[in-house]
């Protein structure tokens, strides 16, 4: 292989480990979510965001409230694919009060969430 193609390459494996390029500015694929059920994304730069309010493989923007060097903190305020996993509040007052906070996201979501997150801690102790 010529040393283009090899530094193309090792340029589209950067892209897809430190953030989608190929998105509009501002705009946040979220990859997963961490034990506080945020959506995490990653930045073009590699830079770490926690967003509030979404779930994995949606694309959104957020309204960052909290910046530290290797991440950032914030809360949806858009939703441009939404995900499949998606579920729609049946409560009308859904979102004005702390009843039903967690219905958006399916229990099995949480369950696989759970299960991904003590496989992780395992493996960190040495323990399969």
Known sequence: MSKQKDSTREEQTQEIILGRSDLPAGWLHIDA???EA???ARR???KVVFVEGALPFEMVTAN???KKNNWEAGVVTAIHRE????VRPGCPHFGQCASG???ARPRRQFVALGQSQARELTAAHGRS
Do not use: C, F, K, N
């Open 64 to 66: 960052v409230h909290r």
């Open 33 to 35: 979510l961490d034990m």
């Open 38 to 40: 945020q959506g995490i």
């Open 44 to 46: 073009p730069d590699g």
């Open 101 to 103: 906070r967690e219905t």
């Open 83 to 86: 995900s499949s996993q998606r």
